[in-house]
């Protein structure tokens, strides 16, 4: 979603109010969870859905 919006991990960090690391623990799925607060920031800055930047795996 980031890339069709042609916004980098800085420019989000700086948009949602969260640090670059944050972002990329999240953006490689190692994050263990996400609070509903943040994704709907990332979601309002990025112009989505929950479900266009969540994937489910086993």
């Known amino acids: 979603m980031m890339a069709r919006r042609k916004m980098s991990l800085n ?3 700086q948009k949602v109010g969260l ?3 944050n972002l ?6 190692k994050a263990r969870g996400v609070r509903f607060a ?3 920031a990332i979601c309002k800055v990025l112009e ?3 479900g266009d930047i969540l994937e489910f795996k086993e």
């Open 19 to 21: 640090t670059t690391v």
């Open 38 to 40: 943040t994704l709907e």
């Open 48 to 50: 989505c859905q929950p």
């Open 24 to 29: 990329s623990i999240l953006k490689t799925g």
């Open 11 to 13: 420019e989000l960090s």
